[in-house]
Nanobody, 119 residues
């Protein structure tokens, strides 16, 4: 009922910038919050940043001051601006949507986009 498509990943050097995009389609009105998670090889998936429908944001300590999450409700799109990238930011980044439909909670995930930061 909700489809998510990420884009914007790539290979960059440390200190450079990337902007990720996540476009949502389907039952858009059911989405209460969206966010970005990442998973590095051999490691657990971790929260990067979230944003609610009303614009409240939350960040992992490791990205505070460097990453900015934003949303464009008119375009049904969430962005992650990543500045001052570090090699430890290398991971597959997944877009997430938390939806409420008929009192049931759902989690939706995009296919992921690879971010690789070289030293």
């Amino acid at each position: 009922q909700v489809q998510l498509v990420e884009s914007g990943g790539g290979l960059v050097q440390a200190g450079e910038v990337l902007r990720l995009s996540c476009a949502a389609s389907g039952s858009i009105s059911s989405i209460a919050a969206m966010g970005w998670y990442r998973q590095a090889p051999g490691k657990q998936r971790e929260l990067v940043a979230t944003i609610t429908r009303g614009g409240t944001t939350n960040y992992a300590d490791s990205v505070k001051g460097r990453f900015t999450i934003s949303g464009d409700n008119a375009k049904n799109t969430v962005y992650l601006q990543m500045d001052s990238l570090k090699p430890e930011d290398t991971a597959v980044y997944y877009c997430n949507a938390k939806a409420l439909m008929r009192t049931l909670k759902y989690d939706y995930w995009g296919q992921g986009t690879q971010v690789t930061v070289s030293s």
